[in-house]
């Protein structure tokens, strides 16, 4: 059974940085799409940030040319680096892993923007 952990959040002012890691069991971590979706209170989940086993990537456009998400196939990691923090980027942040037609998340870890 695939299982995720979630580490790096935290709290930080706006304009910040912090480096959200995503750890995975398994032995196929290479051929799983793995995306992070956040949640903020009161509001839906919302996709952050994909990478294809192939290296593609996507971005919501609200975190474009901020946030870059990468992966560490042989550590069996993904990352979400985030830069110029807002504090709308307030949110539980969750790792999603996907491969066939099989999915399974983490526990998500809080992320707070505030001065």
């Known amino acids: 059974q695939v299982q995720l952990v979630e580490s790096g959040g935290g709290l930080v002012q706006p304009g910040g940085s912090l480096r959200l890691s995503c750890a995975a069991s398994?032995?196929?971590?290479?051929?799983?799409?793995m995306t992070w979706y956040r949640q903020a209170p009161g509001k839906q989940r919302e996709l952050v940030a994909r990478?294809?086993?192939?290296?593609?990537?996507t971005y919501a456009d609200s975190v474009k040319a901020r946030f870059t998400i990468s992966r560490d196939n042989a550590k069996k990691l993904s990352y979400l680096q985030m830069n110029s923090l807002k504090p709308e980027d307030t949110a539980v942040y969750y790792c999603?892993?996907?491969?066939?037609?099989?999915?399974?998340w983490g526990q998500g870890t809080q992320v707070t923007v505030s001065s």
């Open positions: 398994g032995s196929i971590f290479n051929t799983y799409t």
């Open positions: 999603n892993a996907k491969w066939g037609t099989r999915d399974t």
């Open positions: 990478i294809t086993s192939g290296g593609s990537t």
